[in-house]
Nanobody
């Protein structure tokens, strides 16, 4: 089992940057594929990015490709989401997710979820 705690959200102007962090509990962090999702008001939760256990394989939603970068530090049990060139449409609650076996782009692919961190981008 793993517990996830996100941090780093906040309010920025369009064009700005934020770095989200997701700290995982437990000693088996390297066993988990990790992902970021987001949910805007009135919308369904959507996939943003994922990173495999080995950190070699990363995947991004088209809407964030070239602007967001996912990474993980297995020594710190932490996964990051560097968000640059933020747009108002990036405003959402951002969630960290983990699963030992699956690494898809749907919410059903991940067993463990954090509580979320709010990101607000103003124009």
């Amino acid at each position: 089992q793993v517990q996830l705690v996100e941090s780093g959200g906040g309010s920025v102007q369009a064009g700005g940057s934020l770095r989200l962090s997701c700290a995982a509990s437990g000693r088996t962090f390297t066993s988990y594929h990790m992902a970021w999702f987001r949910q805007a008001p009135g919308k369904e939760r959507e996939f943003v990015s994922r990173i495999m256990r080995s950190s070699e394989w990363k995947y991004y939603a088209d809407s964030v490709k070239g602007r967001f970068t996912i990474s993980r530090d297995n020594a710190k049990n932490t996964v990051y989401l560097q968000m640059n060139s933020l747009k108002p449409e990036d405003t959402a609650i951002y969630y960290c997710a983990a699963d030992q076996y699956r690494a898809g782009i749907s919410v059903t692919s991940y067993e463990y979820w954090g509580q979320g961190t709010q990101v607000t981008v103003s124009s």
